[in-house]
C-alpha cells in the first residue's frame, strides 16, 4: 500500500510549526523538519513549494486555528482579552510564530489584511452602540488589546522577575489576567472627550463651564 500521503502532510505541517516556532524562518531547517516527520525532504517541496512557502502557511494556519478557538466578540472585548490570553498561555508557539514572522516577513499581505478587516468592523459597530467608547479610533482599541493581553508574556525576564511570585506560577498568572482585563475594560469606556468622535467621524466639543 502507497503511503498516505495526507498524513504525511500533517506530520509535516506539525514538525515545521515546532520547527519555526523554535528558530524561525531564517534559522529553520527543511532536513530538521523532514526528519521529525519521518519524511523525505522532497515532500517538503512537492506539497508546499518552498520553506518561505512552507513557513507562511504554518503561521497562517496556528492563526487560523487561534481564531476558530477564540472567536472575536466586540460585545465583550475583555471577555475576549481573557480567553485570548489563556488561549495564548496554552499555546505559546503562536506568539513565538507570530514573533519570528514580524521580523522575518514584516511586510503585510492581503490576506493578512483582511483578517483584521472584520474585528475593526465590529470594534465600529459596537461603537454605535455604545457598547465601546466612541474616544479611540478602533485600530487603536484592537491595537492597545492586543498589547495588553500579550504584556506579561512579551515582558522583559527582568521585569518579570520582580513580582511577588514566580513569573508563571498560576497564582501570578491569575493576578495578571485580572488586571489585564480591567484595563481592557478601562479602555473601551474612557469618557468622550475634545477631539474626533471615532465611531461618528464629527469632532467632539469640550463641555462648556457653568
Do not use: C
Not at 500521503?5 to 509535516?12: F, V
Not at 492563526?63 to 466586540?74: I, Y
Amino acid at each position: 500500500m502507497p503511503p498516505d500521503a495526507t498524513a504525511t502532510k500533517k506530520r509535516l505541517l506539525k514538525a515545521a510549526y515546532d520547527e519555526f516556532a523554535q528558530f524561525g524562518l531564517a534559522g529553520g531547517r527543511v532536513d530538521r523538519i523532514a526528519e521529525a516527520a519521518q519524511a523525505n525532504k522532497r515532500m517538503i517541496y512537492v506539497h508546499f513549494g518552498n520553506k518561505d512557502d512552507l513557513f507562511d502557511l504554518v503561521v497562517a494556519n496556528s492563526l487560523a486555528d487561534l481564531a476558530k478557538a477564540v472567536p472575536f466578540a466586540a460585545d465583550d472585548l475583555p471577555g475576549y482579552a481573557g480567553r485570548l490570553f489563556d488561549y495564548l498561555l496554552e499555546h505559546p508557539q503562536v506568539l513565538r510564530l507570530t514573533g519570528w514572522a514580524q521580523l522575518e516577513r514584516p511586510d503585510a499581505t492581503p490576506a493578512q489584511v483582511d483578517a483584521y478587516v472584520p474585528k475593526i468592523d465590529a470594534i465600529a459597530s459596537a461603537q454605535q452602540q455604545n457598547i465601546v467608547t466612541g474616544t479611540v479610533a478602533p485600530t487603536d482599541i484592537l491595537a492597545l488589546l492586543l498589547g495588553l493581553t500579550t504584556a506579561w508574556a512579551n515582558a522583559s525576564p527582568a521585569l518579570r522577575s520582580l513580582a511577588d511570585q514566580p513569573p508563571w506560577d498560576g497564582e501570578r498568572l491569575r493576578i495578571h489576567r485580572v488586571a489585564m482585563i480591567a484595563a481592557v475594560q478601562a479602555l473601551i469606556t474612557l469618557p468622550p472627550s475634545t477631539g474626533e468622535d471615532h465611531s461618528t467621524g464629527h469632532l467632539r466639543t469640550a463641555p462648556t463651564p457653568n
